[in-house]
């Protein structure tokens, strides 16, 4: 729209600039202070922390433990459409879900009744027990529209905490053309009702991450 | 027509003698309470967590322009609009016009709290334009067609018997008070809007510079679904939302969430950029962020009370204002309620009409200690004060009540006297049975309580006696 250019964004500006010849007093606070205590053991506190914020960590050895890991989730959901994200790992790893009718991201976003959605991650973050993913993870819903999320991640992706994290996206180009980046941590949730916490509110009930060790 | 201050007084003293409203929240505040207690835990030292999101937000709004500009360069390379607007007319008129021109029929909308400020919603239903709330507890309170309760838990005042009752009659074919079978029946009456709006609308948490991003914290999902599946995006947004570096998150995503609700982080804290890029499967084709100014750039000017830019909007001092737990959202008449609503209302909707909240304190200084962004709540609603009576803006009984004041507190002698008649006068009317009525001087504090027994002899006269003593 046009509109976007307006006298409104210089009126703005000029004012904050007034405002701020005034200085506020300086508030003098040691920015080396450490404010969580080192991850160490980052594995155990992964796991330990997908425990606490019902993520389902299911660890693997090999790409065919993977599989499996994955083809058993599925089992558990009802008939209907399993969404992918077109990833060369994840095609083949479909090969073993014959049964399932796939939708692949290529096609276009999740439909309305998809029942499962398998996709890769960007990170996991051992500190929060959570999963980073992006627009590339298969779009945007993929990560977010099926009552199922499974995540299929490895060892190597695993970093110690959200400062390390944002250390490492900062700095990365490609990382910051998508269009959608997100830290999730557990699967969707809500206590809006007495404060009473309760699963799978708009997004998934289950979220699986299906961690290869190698 | 009564005034704000009259609506005030009048909605809080029906409040406060609620012992159902205040029991519910009390249930809620203690669950946040231990909670949040937990959260804190898991920091090294969570005063530390507090001073350094306080640097973060004390380093961007004192450069505020230089950050808002980075912020909009980098959403325009991704292909991004961003509208600034002078006032809430400016906002609702650009999204309003947006919607009509894309011809929307159907809006998802996650919180956002600046859309309530500006009158978004009934701007959009005006124009003949479906508006969703896709957050439980606004999607209940819009059932019920009122404003919500609280920044953060809009729902807090509703039981769940309550809310059973309000699907029964509102959504039909459910019959429930469990709060996993309610939870399913929104997600259902919610799912067809997610895929068919045309338009989502969401608030914005923080304005990431450096990556020129909105972040958006949510628990349900619903703000990664309302941002991602319709074709056009809109996030609207208080200009003071912005952050200097993505590496910030890293301390205000946790901070956030524990001071909100005591997780160490809430399930999505999502990052938009911009509309779908073209490798992308999915996502809106346009993205829009409106930056709203309405008052801000005139409390960023006074710079004693600058820090009240700093806020996050996690709600922990309303959780800890007895004021509030005792009045409830409501009474406040504001789209921000308890401690920091009191303190920014009249900022943005006029110190004349909206001082008396600078009073709905007891000064405790409970929301000062537990602000995660360390805001100088308690000090600025004396502040508040302080500005009205240079103002001249209170009345002139007051006024010459504290002359009156003034003047005995500086003749012992007089004040010695107007003691000795004020007991007098408080024991006669007790005694003759007319404590509470309007001929008793302490009718404000009587009629709704019993007063203490009046001592026989004043301090002044025992304090005589016994260093005579010595």
């Avoid at chain 2, 609506?7 to 205040?22: C, G, M, Y």
């Avoid at chain 2, 508006?131 to 769940?160: K, M, N």
């Amino acid at each position: 729209m046009e509109q976007t250019e307006n006298p409104a964004r210089e009126h703005i500006l000029q004012r904050i600039r007034k405002a701020l010849s005034a200085p506020a007093e300086h508030p003098s606070t040691p920015t080396d202070e450490r404010l969580f205590a080192p991850v160490s053991e980052i594995l155990e506190r992964f796991e330990a922390e997908c425990a606490g914020n019902h993520t389902e960590c299911v660890l693997t050895t090999d790409s065919w433990a993977t599989a499996q890991a994955v083809a058993e989730v599925l089992r558990s959901t009802p008939a209907g459409e399993v969404f992918m994200q077109d990833a060369p790992s994840l095609r083949r790893l479909a090969a073993n879900l014959a049964d399932r009718t796939i939708h692949w991201s290529s096609n276009g976003r999740p439909s309305e009744e998809v029942q499962a959605t398998v996709t890769l991650a960007e990170a996991l973050v051992a500190q929060t027990g959570s999963i980073f993913v992006s627009s590339a993870c298969g779009g945007r819903a993929a990560t977010v529209a099926a009552p199922v999320h499974v995540v299929v991640a490895n060892r190597a992706q695993l970093v110690p905490d959200l400062q390390t994290l944002f250390a490492q996206v900062s700095h990365d180009d490609n990382m910051l053309k998508n269009s959608m980046l997100c830290l999730t941590t557990g699967s969707s949730r809500t206590g809006d009702i007495e404060k009473i916490l309760v699963l799978g509110a708009h997004g998934p009930r289950r979220l699986v991450v299906v961690l290869q060790e190698e | 027509m009564t005034t704000p201050a009259q609506e005030f007084l009048r909605s809080a003293a029906t409040k406060s003698a609620d012992l159902r409203h205040r029991q519910i929240l009390r249930h809620s505040i203690d669950t946040y309470n231990t909670s949040a207690a937990q959260g804190q835990a898991r920091f090294l030292d969570w005063q530390a967590a507090r001073r350094r999101a306080q640097a973060i937000k004390w380093e961007a709004v004192n450069h505020l322009d230089k950050y808002l500009l980075q912020f909009e360069v980098r959403v325009k390379e991704r292909g991004g609009h961003v509208f600034w607007a002078e006032n809430g007319e400016q906002a609702q008129k650009y999204i309003v016009d947006l919607a009509a021109a894309r011809n929307v029929r159907t809006v998802v909308k996650s919180k956002s709290m600046v859309a309530e400020e500006i009158d978004l919603t009934p701007a959009l239903e005006h124009k003949g334009i479906k508006v969703w709330e896709t957050d439980l507890g606004e999607f209940i309170v819009q059932l019920r067609d009122e404003p919500p309760y609280h920044i953060v838990t809009p729902a807090i005042h509703l039981s769940r018997k309550e809310i059973a009752a309000l699907f029964k009659e509102k959504l039909g074919g459910i019959d429930t008070d469990d709060p996993e079978k309610l939870v399913a029946a929104a997600r259902v009456a919610l799912r067809r809007a997610f895929f068919s709006a045309e338009m989502g609308i969401s608030g914005v948490n923080f304005l990431v510079a450096d990556a020129g991003m909105i972040a958006l914290t949510t628990n349900e999902g619903n703000g990664r679904l309302g941002t991602s599946l319709p074709r056009i995006h809109v996030a609207l947004t208080g200009i003071e939302k912005v952050i200097p570096r993505l590496e910030d998150l890293a301390v205000l995503w946790p901070v956030l969430s524990t001071a909100g609700t005591g997780q160490a982080v809430t399930c999505y804290n999502t990052l938009v950029g911009g509309p779908r890029t073209k490798d992308e499967p999915d996502g809106p084709e346009e993205f829009h962020v409106v930056l709203l100014d309405n008052g801000r750039s005139e409390l960023l000017a006074d710079a004693e009370q600058r820090d009240v830019l700093h806020c996050i909007r996690c709600g922990a001092c309303l959780n800890a204002c007895p004021v509030y737990r005792s009045v409830g959202g409501h009474t406040y008449g504001t789209t921000y309620q308890g401690p920091i609503g009191s303190v920014l209302t009249p900022h943005l909707r006029g110190l004349h009409e909206f001082q008396h909240l600078s009073y709905a304190s007891s000064l405790c200084g409970g929301c000062t200690e537990v602000c995660p962004v360390k805001i100088d709540l308690h000090h600025h609603l004396l502040h508040n004060r302080r500005n009205a009576v240079k103002a001249h803006q209170r009345s002139w009984k007051e006024r010459i009540g504290f002359r009156l004041y003034r003047w005995t507190m500086l003749h012992p002698s007089w004040l010695a006297l107007a003691g000795r008649l004020g007991r007098h006068a408080i024991r006669v009317t007790h005694a003759l049975g007319l404590g509470g009525s309007a001929l008793d001087p302490l009718r404000a504090w009587t009629k709704d309580r019993n007063p203490p027994p009046i001592p026989a002899r004043s301090f002044r006269s025992l304090w005589k006696e016994r260093r005579g003593a010595d």
